[in-house]
C-alpha cells in the first residue's frame, strides 16, 4: 500500500517562531488533508489539498503532487499551535479510504 | 465544517464485557463512515469502512467478529467492541465523509476505551 512518512518526528519552537512540516507519500492520491490533532484527542480539519496552495490565517499548505509531496507552514506560532499534525491520504482508488501519516508533534514554549 | 459526535468520551469496563461506541453525523449525511484505532504516541490505523445498509468491510488483520459494525442510518455507526479484553484498550475514533467538498473526511472527538 502506499506509505506516507512526514517529518520532522518532533520539533520544538520558542512562541512567535515559523515552521515548515513536510508529508511525503510513496504514490498518486486522489486526496490530501491535514490535521491538527489536539492534547484531548481531537482531530481537527486545517486544509483539503489535492492539489495547489491555500492559506487559512497563519496556516497554510501547499501540495505539489506530481512531485509526491505537501507542506504545511505555520507562522507566529502559539502555545495553542502544540499536538501532532498528520497528513493523510487518498490513493487513487475512489473508496474514499485515507492512510495516515506518521505525524509531526510541535510544541511550542512560552 | 461538518460535525461528528462520538459517545462515549471514556469508558471503563472489565474483561469479557462487550462496548458499543456510537458515531453521529450531526449536520449531514453520510452513507460511508470510518473506524480508527489509536494507540499512544502512534498514527491513526483505518479498522473498518462502515456503509448504510451493507456489510462493513474490514481492513486486514482486524477481527470482524472482535469489532461489530453496524451503520443502521444515513447519520449513525456503531462499533461494538465484543468480549473486550486488556489489549483491546486504545482510542477509537470515527470519522464521515461531508457531502461537500469531495472525499473530504470529518472526524468525532474519539472515545478512550480501558479493559481492566
Known amino acids: 500500500g502506499i506509505q506516507v512518512e512526514q517529518s520532522p518526528p518532533d520539533l520544538i519552537l520558542q512562541e512567535g517562531a515559523n515552521s515548515t512540516l513536510r508529508c511525503n507519500f510513496s504514490d498518486s492520491v486522489n486526496n490530501l488533508q491535514w490535521f491538527h490533532q489536539n492534547p484531548w484527542g481531537q482531530l481537527i480539519n486545517l486544509f483539503y489539498i489535492p492539489s495547489g496552495t491555500k492559506q487559512n490565517g497563519r496556516l497554510s499548505a501547499t501540495t505539489v503532487a506530481t512531485e509526491r509531496y505537501s507542506l504545511l507552514y505555520i507562522s507566529s506560532s502559539q502555545t495553542t499551535d502544540s499536538g501532532v499534525y498528520f497528513c493523510a491520504v487518498d490513493p487513487n482508488f475512489g473508496n474514499e479510504k485515507l492512510t495516515f501519516g506518521t505525524g509531526t508533534r510541535l510544541t511550542i514554549i512560552p | 465544517g461538518a460535525v461528528v459526535s462520538q459517545h462515549p468520551s471514556r469508558v471503563i469496563c472489565k474483561s469479557g464485557t462487550s462496548v458499543k461506541i456510537e458515531c453521529r453525523s450531526l449536520d449531514f449525511q453520510a452513507t460511508t463512515m470510518f473506524w480508527y484505532r489509536q494507540f499512544p504516541k502512534k498514527s491513526l490505523m483505518l479498522m473498518a469502512t462502515s456503509n448504510e445498509g451493507s456489510k462493513a468491510t474490514y481492513e486486514q488483520g482486524v477481527e470482524k467478529d472482535k469489532f461489530l459494525i453496524n451503520h443502521a442510518s444515513l447519520t449513525l455507526s456503531t462499533l461494538t467492541v465484543t468480549s473486550a479484553h486488556p489489549e483491546d484498550s486504545s482510542f477509537y475514533i470515527c470519522?464521515?465523509?461531508?457531502?461537500?467538498?469531495?472525499?473530504?473526511?470529518?472526524f468525532g472527538p474519539g472515545t478512550r476505551l480501558t479493559v481492566l
Open positions: 470519522s464521515a465523509v461531508s457531502g461537500g467538498a469531495p472525499n473530504e473526511q470529518f
